[in-house]
């Protein structure tokens, strides 16, 4: 059984930084891709950030600069590291994989960024 579990979401203010934090089980962590996707009210959920089973790194151009993302293979866990946050970064916060042909996702977590 996939599992992923979001923490690490909050209220900050424009600048300000914060972490995600995505917990992985039932499924070969070491050798599989993530992303953390978000979804702002209104709009389509979009790719943020992505890293490969290698630690390959590709970012959507609105976060580039600011976001990192990262892996720990012994704790199963992808990171996003957010920094000089803006309010129109404010979603919800999404870990994903893709495993033998589906998608499974996380519950979220909520980013707001008051200006």
């Known amino acids: 059984q996939v599992q992923l579990v979001e923490s690490g979401g909050g209220l900050v203010q424009a600048g300000g930084s914060l972490r995600l934090s995505c917990a992985a089980s039932g499924f070969l962590f070491s050798i599989n891709g993530l992303g953390w996707y978000r979804q702002a009210p209104g709009k389509e959920r979009e790719l943020v950030a992505y890293?490969?089973?290698?630690?390959?790194?590709n970012y959507a151009d609105s976060v580039k600069g600011r976001f990192t993302i990262s892996r720990d293979n012994a704790k199963r866990t992808v990171y996003l590291k957010m920094d000089n946050l803006k309010p129109e970064d404010t979603a919800v916060y999404y870990c994903?994989?893709?495993?033998?042909?589906?998608?499974?996702w996380g519950q979220g977590t909520q980013v707001t960024v008051s200006s």
């Open positions: 994903n994989t893709r495993w033998r042909a589906y998608d499974y």
């Open positions: 890293i490969s089973g290698v630690s390959s790194t």
